[in-house]
């Protein structure tokens, strides 16, 4: 985070860090003759061990039109000459090198070259050894390779109709980004840079001295901006360096001047202001953060970030990060004295720590906490935080001394914010698992829980859950089958309870009977002209559990599960232990599946699938109701790519009873390269369904495409068509010349009526506005819109860090 910050550190590191020769203290050789080699590497006759003995004589190499001179006293050499010495490569028209001084003079179309580093200038003088010397008016360029951040972060979100009602992400892709589109993180990507300085001043083994210089990622000739410098001090000994009279020019234009600075010349972190940031929104007004990074030890520092908001006041914000062998953590706090419009403090903190205690003892804390209910929205432009409304504070042991068991200790409590119903807090939950695979060839597992629920007006509990599985897989070329048996056994101890006449104590002992099978068939077909393997596979899972009365046992932590394609081949409808459902039941479903013939990479699959019931089902929740019925609801999933660089995801479920559409989603992407990707989807979910109280039928779509070969469009429209209301909407250019990149974007952001059974978000809605002058691997300015962007676009790449040969995309 801080390096990219200092690229002139690590440039300057990189340029001359290589050049400094390790000192000859040998004296001078006794033979006459001229010692000289014409191989083009020096470091293919390098003697081994050579290069790291200070005590060895080092040789040099010299070639020319015209050499003449003695060895023991000085040699000069005109006309296409090549010095070489220490794998460093020295061109000039005429050299004059001493060896009893080690001092080298080179003029005349000067050319250094260490790798893939080159300085040029008329005049060097050297005293190799010593490393003392001076390079006039130098012209250097350097090229490296960093790792590229195109793609650092690879989101994967729910499908819509596997998902809740109301999503904060875009409505498509459940898999990662494959099937032809982006499937892999660029590993590195060259970067340039070039400057001049009047003069360069070598004080002894590495110390550098640069004089009136320049630095930019720029194309030599005209660079659209650059940094120049009055002077320039490089340490490598200590791996820091300072800079005076700094100004940063943007189109010939300086629009950042600082009289003094000071930069590590590696990658260990250093303390100093980072670039400041500024937006605009319609909540906060114009908002400035000038944050200070102070690295107090390698292994811990702390940034503080000033911020001053116009229609709140000034805040004090502060990210410490700590790392240890065996431990680790953040803290964040933020604080803001007065709040202008509110009229009161507000503050908000978080921390997270893990530590391994050693022997397979864990522990984890995260406690997180704000001032009030509506800090989020009044204080924060981002969705995942305005939307945000249980604030967890948990503390969690672990203990896994072996791969085949392990347990948990869990404390957990909560800030409730905003109209949303207070959940039971666990003090605490020891929970513990066990697997015996291949127990003489069956499986073994259990599942033990113990928990203790608290909570201010409703009744409390303790419960203790245990649950042991046998299963018996059989495992055969073309199909499998996989018999299990198990037993849940659950205890209540109850207090406080607000219907006097159910017992305080209660047990309920549940066994459970499930067959899973599946069967296997190939064929080779071809699919968008290349050759494929079609997979048909039918499978069958039965659910026998019997019912018992579960209507005295309170709901602690236990909701219906989502309905989906998942669920559908599982034996309890509900997430925890409060209620185990009874059953008689088959699941009937079909996937095929179209697989690269050569790779087996899987192009696309589809799915179909029903639950026949054998036995109505008895247990419910409180407010459930249970329709008698024979078979649940269609499900009918697709996903995978129809096209060259198009990729379609669908879900539906249908009700076959009252024949009609519960939930539908259907998304398309189509990517043809990097940085150049479109996607639609809509989603629909009838009222009732997923915990809704009201319909959703919203569309979402999504791009970013170049305008030109410079000009990129940016954007997102989510939209309500039964509320006739926009959720959110992002429009924005971006433009890429090369070595700098712009962007404005902005930001409508709509705030959510309790309607969609979510919790709302309070206050009114938010536009914001981002602008973002980047400077290739040397600073930003402004309001970062990347992580905005790459949450709201499927596929979206930095238009100024692409890969710059090569394609991701496969041609299939």
Not at 90 to 100: C, H, I, N, S
Request: glycine share 6%; with cysteine; aromatic share 12%.
């Amino acid at each position: 985070m801080i390096l990219r910050r200092r690229p002139l550190a690590v440039l300057l590191c990189c340029l001359f860090a290589k050049a400094q020769a390790e000192p000859s203290t040998a004296p001078p050789l006794a033979d006459p003759q001229l010692k000289l080699r014409v191989e083009r590497k020096f470091l293919s006759i390098l003697p081994k061990g050579l290069a790291g003995d200070k005590d060895a004589p080092v040789p040099a190499f010299l070639m020319a039109d015209q050499i003449e001179g003695r060895t023991e006293s000085e040699t000069q050499a005109e006309g296409n000459v090549e010095f070489r010495k220490m794998g460093s490569q020295l061109f000039a028209d005429r050299v004059t090198y001493q060896p009893l001084s080690d001092e080298v003079d080179a003029v005349g179309n000067v050319r250094l070259l260490q790798f893939e580093d080159e300085m040029r200038g008329p005049h060097l003088h050297l005293k190799v050894s010593e490393q003392v010397g001076f390079f006039e008016e130098v012209d250097y360029k350097v090229k490296r390779e960093i790792t590229s951040n195109v793609y650092g972060s690879t989101a994967v979100v729910a499908t819509v109709a596997d998902g809740v009602a109301y999503s904060n992400t875009p409505m498509m892709i459940n898999v990662p980004m494959t099937y032809g589109l982006i499937a892999s993180t660029p590993p590195r990507r060259p970067t340039e840079a070039q400057g001049h300085a009047k003069r360069i001043d070598f004080e002894g083994e590495n110390q550098l001295r640069m004089k009136e210089t320049t630095y930019s990622t720029c194309q030599p000739g005209r660079p659209d901006w650059y940094m120049r410098a009055r002077e320039v001090h490089l340490d490598y000994d200590r791996e820091v360096g300072d800079m005076s009279s700094g100004t940063l020019y943007f189109k010939e234009m300086p629009i950042f001047y600082f009289p003094w600075a000071s930069f590590s010349l590696n990658s260990k972190r250093k303390s100093g202001f980072l670039t400041p940031t500024f937006s605009t929104s319609t909540k906060t007004g114009f908002d400035v953060t000038l944050p200070y990074y102070w690295n107090l030890a390698p292994n811990y520092d702390v940034t503080f970030y000033p911020r001053e908001i116009s229609k709140r006041g000034f805040q004090l914000g502060a990210d410490s990060r700590y790392l240890g062998h065996l431990y680790s953590g953040e803290a964040r706090v933020e604080y803001l004295p007065n709040d202008k419009e509110a009229d009161r403090s507000r503050y908000a903190y978080s921390w997270n720590h893990t530590h391994n205690l050693g022997r397979g003892l864990t522990a984890s804390v995260s406690w997180n906490g704000v001032s009030d209910v509506n800090y989020w929205t009044d204080l924060s432009s981002r969705l995942m935080q305005t939307t945000q409304t249980l604030l967890p504070r948990q503390l969690t042991l672990g203990y896994a001394p072996g791969s085949w068991w392990s347990a948990s200790a869990t404390w957990l409590r909560y800030q409730t914010l905003q109209t949303v119903a207070q959940p039971y807090f666990l003090e605490p939950q020891i929970n513990f698992s066990g697997r015996l695979p291949n127990l003489y060839k069956t499986d073994f597992s259990l599942t033990g829980q113990y928990s203790q629920f608290t909570h201010p007006t409703m009744t409390e509990g303790k419960r203790t859950f245990v649950y042991p599985e046998l299963s018996l897989p059989l495992y055969y070329p073309a199909f499998n089958i996989t018999p299990k048996i198990g037993l849940h056994t659950t205890q209540y101890s109850l207090t406080r309870r607000t219907e006097m006449e159910r017992p305080g104590s209660i047990s309920r002992v549940v066994p459970t009977f499930t067959v899973d099978s599946s069967v296997v068939f190939e064929r080779e077909t071809k699919w968008m002209g290349l050759d494929h393997i079609q997979t048909l596979e039918p499978r069958l899972y039965y659910v026998n559990i019997p019912y018992r009365n579960q209507e005295a046992i309170p709901v602690f932590d236990t909701a219906v599960t989502d309905f989906n394609s998942a669920q559908i081949f599982t034996e309890n409808r509900y997430s925890g232990y409060d209620r185990i459902n009874d059953a008689n039941q088959l699941t009937a479903a079909v996937t095929t599946r179209y697989l690269d013939a050569n790779s087996g990479v899987e192009r696309f699959k589809a799915m179909i699938g029903q639950r026949y019931y054998l036995r109505n089902p008895r247990v419910s929740l409180p407010g459930e109701t249970i329709l008698p019925k024979t078979y649940s609801n269609t499900l009918a999933a697709f996903n995978g790519l129809v096209w060259n660089k198009t990729y379609v995801d669908s879900a539906w479920e249908y009700n076959n009873h009252q024949g009609r559409t519960d939930r539908f989603s259907i998304g398309v992407r189509h990517q043809p390269d990097e940085a150049k990707v479109i996607s639609a989807s809509y989603r629909y979910v009838r009222s009732g369904i997923g915990g809704t109280t009201e319909p959703v039928s919203q569309i979402d779509i999504a791009g970013q495409w170049p305008l030109s070969p410079r000009w990129y469009a940016v954007g997102r429209y989510n939209y309500s068509t039964r509320d006739k209301k926009l959720l959110e909407a992002i429009a924005g250019l971006e433009y890429n010349s090369g070595c700098w990149s712009a962007r404005f974007v902005a930001q409508r952001l709509q705030a959510l009526p309790n309607a969609y059974g979510l919790p709302g978000v309070a206050g009114k809605p938010n536009t914001t506005f981002f602008f973002q002058l980047e400077l290739n691997d040397f600073a930003s300015i402004g309001s970062n819109p990347i992580q905005l962007l790459r949450r709201s676009i499927p596929g979206f790449g930095k238009v100024n860090q692409l890969p710059t040969s090569g394609s991701l995309l496969t041609s299939e």
